[in-house]
């Protein structure tokens, strides 16, 4: 066994919402009640495809009609129900409208009025597709229902004028002076709904600043603006933090919970109330789960944090929507089953979440502590930041000299059951040090929460750029681009860039449309299972590839125990030589030789002897156990740039997004979905690597 480090130390202290496609169907006719006529003496029949469809509220689909028995093939398109059912233009284009239900469009054949064909369209909020079995899925629908919520009324502008009028101690806005006090006391005395604005300027921070109330904005005048400078050598730059969470009563749930539930049945239900967000867990089920030594991110049957007794690895947080008696009414939907015989219970903390808080539009340095920080924070944001672990002076050998105060932690770090949050449109990158032990990650999920949504970010240069760590289902990361993972301890090691599992037992989450040298999953820490990689680019390549990586270099990589893993639609590996030798790609490596010194568009099974701080990269499972990862892996539509060919090619077309009903607007005029592995561009752009590429990182 090869002895790797301990990965993790600091921090560890702490649809299916596919969109919808029309699916083809086989063609439908309808003549009309009496067959129709005319055109040449032959009987006119029309033909629709697809038959049916389902799609959510204002997306669209594409029919086709086919007219036999006329030299005359066109035909006219109409919605039986008129506008309230949609619209369908003269190409056959239907867009949904915003009102769910069942509607039909009709094709009439323009040669005789009477031969008509008509297709269902079901619009739904959950749009189905088969690529992915349901039981291997569930429905995403990440982040803040609605979006981010504008506001624009002030509550305090702070400046030094503002300081020594409320008996702060006072500033200056080049650096200089502490200028903590001046915000938090903004911060702890905004009315709700409001924003505390911090104007351009270079803020000196003493201490951390808490956002502990919720429906508060801290907003900058931009990321090349207002910039936070923290001098402190234990703590956070910002933390929404409603205070140490205490968890007093553990309620246990009184049968199973299969997954898909909108309900839970407890003991004694008398504790919950409309709006509070609790958590669900169980007992480690070896049925699938792989605990793999961390004890932390997770808690014991008796309730304590960080105990190495009996973990409970598997959970999900939720919002409690409904209390009749002792059965909870929650959303959304569990990701998962919870097992009655794996002892399952449902806890809250001793206090609120912080709601409806964000962070807009400004500039981070110097975090000892990690940079942003939310605990129990649920529809809050952050958004157009830039967060930078560049050190001015006296950088370690390797930390990067830039304009910062240096990182040390993780970059974003979301906590203890944090819940629809959106960490958007943001730049995370460098560390004062990057090395493993949790000293230079990016953006990390963690202690089961949930429904998050990280979309169109730039993270890079670190030790573990993107990582889930016990998160619980239902988070989406997406379209971000994620580049240069490393660690000092081994240039040669090609580190893990987009890492879906670094304690065991991150589930059903979604990572879609990101650009990604190396997405994996790991069992230095344990297991996870049921995760979907859809529609990214990881090609293996990192940015620093060519000039130190020897070994451990792939475009996928799955170590044992991983479960029901789906990498669909995606565009894989690089053709040609890489690497610092000078290798090329293998299409797949599940044996040893030729092992980790071979580059791979997919590395499976390795692993064998990982868990408790160390991997085991040389030892593979054997591919033909029913158990293994290899036999439980679903591959299809992936494009590979080593033999130039799809893997499996899908049975029906695949979605443009698991969780869009549509293209987001920050694409613009650029083609989406960007990755595309049956198109004749397999690769497009991808915003936030063009915004990387030109050097405005923040738009």
Not at 224 to 245: E, M
Request: proline share 6%; glycine share 12%; aromatic share 10%.
């Amino acid at each position: 066994m090869t002895t790797h480090w301990i990965r993790d130390a600091r921090s560890l202290l702490l649809a299916a919402s596919l969109f919808a496609c029309a699916m083809p169907q086989a063609p439908a006719q309808d003549p009309g009640p009496d067959g129709g006529g005319g055109g040449g003496g032959g009987v006119i029949s029309v033909a629709i495809a697809p038959l049916t469809a389902t799609i959510t509220r204002g997306g669209g689909v594409s029919f086709s009609a086919t007219v036999t028995g006329s030299a005359n093939g066109a035909v006219t398109w109409a919605v039986q129900e008129g506008t309230p059912g949609g619209a369908v233009d003269g190409t056959g284009h239907y867009t949904a409208p915003s009102v769910l239900g069942t509607w039909h469009v009709v094709a009439t054949s323009a040669a005789d009025t009477s031969a008509k064909a008509t297709a269902t369209v079901t619009v739904s909020d959950v749009p189905t597709t088969d690529v992915i079995p349901a039981a291997r899925r569930t429905v995403w629908n990440p982040g803040i229902p609605g979006g981010i919520p504008s506001r624009t009324t002030l509550c305090a502008t702070v400046t030094p004028a503002y300081a020594s009028a409320n008996g702060q101690a006072v500033f200056n806005t080049d650096g200089t002076g502490d200028a903590q006090p001046a915000i938090q006391y903004a911060l702890s005395h905004c009315a709700a709904n409001q924003v505390v604005f911090l104007p351009a300027g270079t803020y000196r921070l003493n201490s951390g600043l808490q956002i502990s109330r919720s429906n508060i904005t801290l907003r900058g005048a931009g990321a090349t603006q207002t910039k936070l400078r923290l001098y402190n050598g234990n703590d956070w730059v910002i933390a929404v933090f409603p205070g140490w969470p205490s968890y007093s009563s553990f309620i246990n749930v009184t049968a199973d919970v299969p997954k898909g539930a909108t309900t839970i049945p407890v003991a004694n239900g008398s504790g919950f109330a409309v709006g509070d967000i609790v958590t669900i867990d169980q007992n480690d089920d070896p049925s699938y789960l792989y605990y793999g030594g961390v004890p932390y991110f997770k808690r014991s049957p008796s309730g304590g944090y960080a105990s190495s007794s009996a973990p409970r690895s598997m959970g999900q947080t939720v919002e409690v929507t409904g209390v009749s008696g002792n059965t909870l009414t929650i959303s959304p939907q569990t990701h998962l089953g919870f097992s009655l015989s794996m002892q399952p219970q449902v806890f809250k903390p001793g206090q609120a979440y912080v709601k409806y808080s964000g962070i807009e539009s400004l500039y981070v340095t110097g975090g000892s502590s990690d940079q942003i920080a939310f605990y129990a924070a649920a529809y809050s944001w952050v958004k157009a930041v830039e967060s930078d672990g560049t050190v001015s002076s006296g950088a370690a050998s390797d930390g990067t000299l830039g304009q910062g105060n240096g990182m040390s932690g993780d970059h974003m770090a979301l906590y203890r059951g944090s819940f629809r949050n959106v960490i958007r449109d943001s730049y995370f990158h460098h560390a004062t040090h990057v090395v493993q032990g949790g000293n230079a990650y990016g953006i990390t999920l963690t202690e089961h929460s949930s429904d998050n949504l990280i979309e169109n970010n730039i993270i890079y240069y670190m030790n573990k750029p993107f990582t889930l760590r016990a998160s619980g289902g239902g988070n989406v990361i997406a379209y971000n681009y994620i580049d240069d993972a490393w660690t000092s301890a081994d240039r040669g090691l090609q580190e893990t860039t987009l890492d879906l599992g670094h304690a065991s037992f991150p589930f059903m989450e979604l990572a879609e449309g990101n650009y990604s040298p190396q997405i994996a999953t790991e069992n230095v820490w344990g297991n996870s299972g049921w995760m979907t990689i859809f529609r990214n680019y990881a090609s293996g390549k990192q940015e620093r590839t060519n000039a130190y990586e020897t070994y451990q270099i792939a475009a996928i990589a799955m170590e044992i125990k991983a479960r029901e893993m789906n990498i669909v639609g995606n565009v894989l590996g690089t053709a040609g030589t890489l690497g610092a030798s000078g290798g090329t790609m293998a299409y797949e490596v599940t044996s040893n030789p030729p092992g980790q010194n071979k580059a791979a568009v997919f590395r499976i099974g390795h692993g064998v002897g990982a868990g408790d701080g160390t991997d085991d990269i040389g030892t593979y499972e054997s591919k033909t156990s029913a158990t293994s990862t290899y036999a439980n892996l679903l591959r299809v539509g992936n494009w590979d740039n080593v033999r130039n060919q799809i893997d499996t090619a899908p049975a029906t077309p695949l979605p443009d997004s698991l969780y869009l009903a549509g293209k987001p607007a920050f694409f613009g005029a650029n083609p989406w979905p960007w990755v595309d592995p049956a198109g004749a561009t397999r690769v497009n752009v991808l915003p936030a690597k063009q915004r990387f590429d030109a050097g405005t990182p923040v738009p």
